[in-house]
């Protein structure tokens, strides 16, 4: 928020490309810190209905993705950049003192065998990679769907945008609905039928160009922001209590770094192979995280 604050008044007074790219990185920073320790509270809070409860999580997240774009964009048209920064800022100054005053900490009791830690290691390890392997598709589509559905599949803009926005509306569903079948039926089973989900209509948006295209989107963002559901509730069960923090921080860097590898390379294969390749690679990609997955050993 700090961050944002400054953004808002360096627009005001003055700018400076340099000054402003590191007012972005302090924002970013700031952000990211939020996901090991919040993950981790709603955990300790809610031990018996992790699923449940990191479905509700996503879905704060992606009603957050779906509106923020909506209500900057009104703020912008009405009333300028300098003031959307300085709005979004005093949002988190907002939430601090909420945050301080009503959430209370809990005190956890770690057990600090070395043999349950070299036990519940390597699956951890294994579900970070597993994530790291089917994040390839969102990742990717992510920074290229609206070019995507706009130029390879000759939809107008404003339809390449809603197309993009049903991935974020689905997402909202998906959190509760993943999370609570996860918690009946078991995390490994749900994650290995949404990775399948994810890949199979990935591969359907390079198939059609019909209606199917509306169908695809919907159980692709289903699909990708269910698994992210799951996963923190999965990681959260075969991590050792007193790294947990440390391992869900490693998850979530892993992703960005993802997220900063994919696009110029699938921008570069998109010039040279053209989208309908670019994303059927994709599709295939994600697949191939079933393979980490099938080897991770649960507790017994």
């Given at each position: 928020?700090s961050a944002l604050l400054?953004?808002?008044?360096?627009?005001?007074?003055?700018?400076?490309?340099?000054?402003?790219?590191?007012?972005?990185?302090?924002?970013?920073?700031?952000?990211?810190?939020?996901?090991?320790?919040?993950?981790?509270?709603?955990?300790?809070?809610?031990?018996?209905?992790?699923?449940?409860?990191?479905?509700?999580?996503?879905?704060?997240?992606?009603?957050?993705?779906?509106?923020?774009?909506?209500?900057?964009?009104?703020?912008?048209?009405?009333?300028?950049?300098?003031?959307?920064?300085?709005?979004?800022?005093l949002l988190g100054f907002?939430?601090?003192?909420?945050?301080?005053?009503?959430?209370?900490?809990?005190?956890?009791?770690?057990?600090?065998?070395?043999?349950?830690?070299?036990?519940?290691?390597?699956?951890?390890?294994?579900?970070?990679?597993?994530?790291?392997?089917?994040?390839?598709?969102?990742?990717?589509?992510?920074?290229?769907?609206?070019?995507?559905?706009?130029?390879?599949?000759?939809?107008?803009?404003?339809?390449?945008?809603?197309?993009?926005?049903?991935?974020?509306?689905?997402?909202?569903?998906?959190?509760?609905?993943?999370?609570?079948?996860?918690?009946?039926?078991?995390?490994?089973?749900?994650?290995?039928?949404?990775?399948?989900?994810?890949?199979?209509?990935?591969?359907?948006?390079?198939?059609?160009?019909?209606?199917?295209?509306?169908?695809?989107?919907?159980?692709?963002?289903?699909?990708?922001?269910?698994?992210?559901?799951?996963?923190?509730?999965?990681?959260?069960?075969?991590?050792?209590?007193?790294?947990?923090?440390?391992?869900?921080?490693?998850?979530?860097?892993?992703?960005?770094?993802?997220?900063?590898?994919?696009?110029?390379?699938?921008?570069?294969?998109?010039?040279?192979?053209?989208?309908?390749?670019?994303?059927?690679?994709?599709?295939?990609?994600?697949?191939?995280?079933?393979?980490?997955?099938?080897?991770?050993?649960?507790?017994?």
């Open positions: 928020s400054l953004i808002g008044l360096f627009f005001i007074y003055s700018f400076n490309i340099w000054i402003f790219a590191l007012l972005l990185f302090l924002a970013g920073v700031g952000g990211s810190t939020y996901h090991p320790l919040g993950i981790s509270f709603l955990i300790d809070l809610y031990p018996e209905k992790r699923g449940q409860i990191m479905g509700y999580h996503q879905t704060g997240g992606a009603i957050g993705s779906f509106i923020s774009p909506l209500l900057i964009g009104v703020i912008v048209a009405s009333y300028g950049w300098k003031s959307a920064f300085l709005s979004i800022s907002l939430l601090t003192p909420v945050l301080w005053f009503f959430l209370k900490d809990i005190k956890q009791v770690y057990n600090n065998k070395k043999e349950k830690i070299k036990r519940t290691y390597s699956p951890a390890l294994l579900l970070i990679l597993t994530s790291a392997i089917y994040i390839v598709g969102f990742r990717g589509l992510n920074a290229f769907a609206i070019q995507y559905f706009n130029e390879g599949k000759a939809f107008t803009f404003n339809e390449a945008t809603l197309l993009f926005s049903i991935l974020q509306i689905a997402g909202i569903f998906s959190g509760p609905i993943s999370g609570r079948l996860s918690d009946v039926f078991g995390r490994k089973k749900i994650i290995f039928s949404l990775i399948m989900l994810n890949s199979l209509s990935l591969f359907l948006m390079t198939m059609t160009h019909s209606i199917l295209l509306y169908l695809a989107c919907i159980l692709f963002g289903f699909a990708i922001f269910g698994l992210l559901a799951i996963t923190d509730a999965y990681l959260s069960e075969i991590t050792p209590e007193e790294s947990l923090r440390s391992m869900i921080g490693l998850n979530l860097s892993i992703s960005f770094i993802v997220g900063t590898i994919i696009p110029p390379l699938l921008g570069n294969m998109i010039d040279i192979y053209g989208f309908t390749l670019s994303f059927a690679v994709l599709s295939a990609t994600s697949l191939l995280s079933i393979l980490p997955l099938t080897r991770i050993r649960e507790r017994t």
